[in-house]
């Protein structure tokens, strides 16, 4: 019978690109664009309340990443912070995913049906993206 082993490229590979997607969305919110959950909250709110909401996630998001990618090397050092962080990414995540699959312009219900396979091919990545967010943080 075969040794089972807790290492998993998949894992590895997600790990990364997680940790490598969230810092760079995150610098990139506070460089004035922004991922699909920075869009979302710019949908929500406006003003300077959208402002202040972009930068703090941003800068979430850059942590979260870099606690991912810190964690490859030295282990689960930081506790629940990084998994208080993750839960805050994942959560917004999950409205971008409402707000720009569903309500959005080119959501489901806003025309997206008109361009059904784009629109569906669009879904996916985010689901991909919450589904990685999900397996990499059990």
């Known amino acids: 019978m075969g040794k089972v082993s807790s290492f998993s490229l998949g894992r590895l ?3 990364i690109a997680v940790g490598v997607m969230l810092a ?17 909250i710019r949908n929500i709110f406006n003003g300077d309340v959208a402002k202040i ?3 703090v996630f941003s800068v979430i998001e850059i942590l979260a990443g870099i606690f991912l990618l810190l964690e490859l090397f030295i282990g689960d050092r930081f ?7 993750m839960l805050i990414v994942m959560i917004v995540w999950i409205v971008a ?6 309500l959005g312009s ?9 361009h059904f396979l784009r629109w569906l091919y669009s879904f996916a990545q985010h689901l991909i993206i919450l589904g990685a967010m999900v397996c990499i943080k059990k």
Do not use: E, K, P, R
């Open 13 to 15: 590979l997600l790990h």
């Open 24 to 40: 760079v969305g995150g610098i990139w919110g506070l460089q004035g664009g922004g991922d699909a959950a920075i869009d979302a």
């Open 53 to 55: 909401l972009v930068i």
């Open 79 to 85: 506790g629940t912070l990084d998994t208080i962080l």
């Open 97 to 102: 995913i409402v707000l720009s699959d569903f």
């Open 106 to 114: 080119n959501g489901i219900l806003n025309g997206g049906a008109n």
